[in-house]
């Protein structure tokens, strides 16, 4: 361990806040960002210099080895504020813990948790005008790290940036969502990358999801490689299959992103007695479920949309649609996870951390 978990972030304001500028009834996600952003590099294997300073472009050298190799990962994670004024961030410790994996398996250096603790409460703090209370309103936290070496030799780097920048976001109606169940491609494979937020993961996925896209689906749920008889996970959400009473999910692996959303969806269902079980799912009890009525439900679990329910899939070009549920399980852990976060109901799993 070094030293860089006692290290002082070094601050500087913005003379004025560009919050006056947003129409925050109308955002979109991820494309406006606050005042401020956290900085630091890693350089002589030690991380140094953490820095808070006002959010702008960085200056880096063409030949950085993330624009060439993509070492390069990232997590997405949420600040809420109550009606009392209060800022909450959700299983942060969650996010800390998952970007050194995927660190790790990118042969990155792991940052520090302190710092990563420290750096995110000091930040939040900083620009918790950006935060506003309402249902659905929510911050966008994006951590990331990148390879910053200045050599395009195809070799792990010796220098990395972590940076921690953040974005207003409200809650968004999806519409209905109908998904294509991958038959083709694949986005992760036995000994790949895919239980890393890895950023090619993402990247690789765009071409696929576009020719999905042209045929009417707003995502694809990948299959696993080999046979792709069996469903795995959505571009950046777990997904959950709901037979007559029971929830489905695919099981944790190095193929798939062991998601916060979706361990909380465990664990809000287990409370509840529903019964979820983890374990390899194959499209063809998806599709018989269907015909025979018993699929009640899809839905997705991640950070950025929450729950998104799905309406109805796609497989061997015969699309299978889903009806509404009264009382669905996606709305009502919707509401209790978005009730949990915002400070509306009791917190019984201590998720909720109050920022500093
Ligand atoms: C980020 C991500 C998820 C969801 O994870 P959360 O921690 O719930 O946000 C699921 N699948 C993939 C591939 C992801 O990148």
Redesign the pocket.
Known sequence: MNSSNTLKINISKVDKSRIDNVDFNNLIFGNVFTDHMFECDHINGEWQNPTIRPYGPLTIDPSAKVFHYGQAVFE?MKAFKDEQGEVWLFRPEENYKRINKSAKRMAMPEFPIELFDEALHTLVRMDSQWVRPGVGNSLYIRPFIIATECNVGASVSSKFKFMIIMSPAQAYYSGSIKVEIAEHYSRSANGGVGAA?AAGNYGAQFYPTELAREKGFQQVIWTDANTHEYLE?A????VFFRVNDTLLTAPISDRI?D????KSVIDLAKRQNITVEERRVRVSEIVEASKNGTLKEIFG???AATISPINGFSFQDKVYEIDDQEDSYSARFKKELMGIQQNRIEDPFGWRIKVK
């Open positions: 997405g937020k996970e571009g950046t959400m777990n992103l998601g916060v959303t979706r679990a991640g950070t």
